[in-house]
């Protein structure tokens, strides 16, 4: 079966500090990897898409950025993180044929900046 | 382009009370529909998906939602509240096609439950 492990669980890290988010998933490969954030009371935004090694789709203009350096791997990264980037981060994949195609999350990361 | 408005940021029901979570969505092409829940401090669990056939679609936990087109709505309903119903609900949509499974979400339900 297929899982997808998130790390770590729970971050504080100062402002101006970079930071580093990793994603992988099991039991599955050519995976559609994304990140979102979701913030308090505003749902969940979609940060980055991935649809292969080293392809990456952003969808909103941020302080992040993503990498793919493996088939089953996601990075969330940034050099110098700001206040406004405190928020929980989930990682998803699917995959599977168009009418199943569903998005599984990992457990998250809440990270803050102070 | 999708978009999901989810009426209603809290809930409260009683224990035994019915639940209803109401959603409606746009989009520009037949939609996949999905319900997430979220506890605290953790992901999104699948309660349930519409893609295409029966607009009575039933989940986990006696979750269920139904998909009218007429009133782009994908309401979830349980007859029933369990004290461990008590999560943040979220809907979502995604087009068909070539989207690259891309979810559009509201803004969330945070039900309560009441003993």
């Known amino acids: 079966s297929q899982t997808i492990h998130q790390w770590p669980a729970t971050l504080v890290q100062p402002v101006g500090s970079p930071l580093s988010l990793e994603c992988t998933v099991e039991?599955?490969?050519?995976?559609?990897l994304y990140w979102y954030r979701q913030a308090a009371g505003r749902g969940l935004q979609l940060l980055f898409y991935?649809?292969?090694?080293?392809?990456i789709s952003s969808e909103v203009p941020q302080n992040l950025s993503a990498s793919r350096p493996q088939d089953r791997q996601f990075i969330l990264s940034s050099k110098k993180l700001l206040l406004s980037d405190s928020g929980f981060y989930l990682c998803?994949?699917?995959?599977?044929?168009?009418?199943?195609?569903?998005?599984?999350f990992g457990a998250g990361t809440r990270l803050s900046v102070l | 382009a999708q978009s999901v408005t989810q009426l209603g940021s809290h809930v409260s029901v009683s224990e035994g009370a019915l639940v209803l979570l109401r959603c409606n969505y746009s989009?520009?092409?037949?939609?996949?529909l999905f319900w997430y829940v979220q506890y605290p401090n953790q992901g999104l669990q699948l309660l349930l998906k519409?893609?295409?056939?029966?607009?009575l679609v039933k989940g986990i936990n006696g979750f269920e939602a139904e998909f009218k087109k007429s009133e782009t709505s994908f309401h979830l309903t349980k007859p029933s509240a369990h004290m461990s119903d008590a999560a943040e609900y979220f809907c979502?949509?995604?087009?068909?096609?070539?989207?690259?499974?891309?979810?559009?979400f509201g803004q969330g339900t945070i039900l309560t439950v009441h003993p």
């Open positions: 998803a994949w699917n995959g599977g044929d168009e009418a199943k195609n569903i998005q599984y």
């Open positions: 039991g599955t490969s050519n995976p559609n």
């Open positions: 991935s649809v292969g090694i080293g392809q």
């Open positions: 989009s520009s092409v037949p939609p996949y």
């Open positions: 519409y893609t295409t056939g029966a607009t």
């Open positions: 979502a949509v995604r087009a068909g096609g070539t989207s690259y499974g891309k979810l559009t």
